[in-house]
């Protein structure tokens, strides 16, 4: 039988903030406080650096009671001076951008789409491919122009 799992975890998870192994927070005034939760990576961090910076524990004990390594509280730290609260989310995982279709690419269909008022965008794929060497998906060359022309019209 499946186990129901817990509605804060699974918005933890969510939210991608889900810590990994709450079963390393050792830290004895973080864990016998009801308000504070192991699973909660955003509150773990800010309670380590917390500790050093307000409290004056050393950085590798804090670092330890609260399951992290020296390096994760010096990204810790760096990241909440930063950003406040929100830039201890770890960030979304995967590309951060178009790699295959490069303004470069996009300048080019613009201009082949400028010429010829019968071709659509998903018909330059087979000569983006001859041209340039990348093989895309039709839909992707249209999306990847959508934000193309978005970018380059607020830039006018």
């Given at each position: 039988?499946?186990?129901r ?6 918005a933890?998870?969510?939210a991608r ?5 709450p079963?390393q ?7 016998a ?7 909660d990576?955003?509150?773990v ?5 917390r500790?050093?910076?307000a409290g004056?524990?050393?950085v590798t004990?804090?670092?330890a009671?609260?399951?992290y390594?020296r ?7 760096a990241?909440l001076d930063a950003?406040?609260l929100?830039?201890l989310?770890?960030?979304r995982?995967g ?14 269909a613009e201009?082949q ?8 965008p998903a018909q ?8 340039f060497?990348?093989?895309?998906h039709?839909?992707?060359i ?5 934000r193309y022309r978005?970018?380059h019209?607020?830039?006018?």
């Amino acid at each position: 039988m499946a186990r129901r799992r817990d509605p804060k975890e699974a918005a933890l998870a969510e939210a991608r903030c889900l810590n990994p192994h709450p079963e390393q927070v050792t830290d004895p005034e973080f864990l016998a406080s009801d308000f504070f939760d192991a699973r909660d990576a955003v509150q773990v961090k800010y309670e380590m650096v917390r500790k050093v910076e307000a409290g004056g524990a050393a950085v590798t004990e804090a670092a330890a009671a609260f399951g992290y390594s020296r390096p994760a509280y010096y990204a810790a730290a760096a990241a909440l001076d930063a950003a406040g609260l929100e830039g201890l989310v770890p960030a979304r995982p995967g590309p951060r951008g178009a790699h295959k279709l490069t303004d470069e690419i996009c300048a080019w269909a613009e201009e082949q789409l400028a010429a010829s008022s019968q071709l659509r965008p998903a018909q330059l794929a087979g000569p983006v491919e001859e041209r340039f060497g990348v093989r895309v998906h039709p839909r992707s060359i249209e999306r990847a122009l959508a934000r193309y022309r978005e970018r380059h019209s607020k830039s006018r």
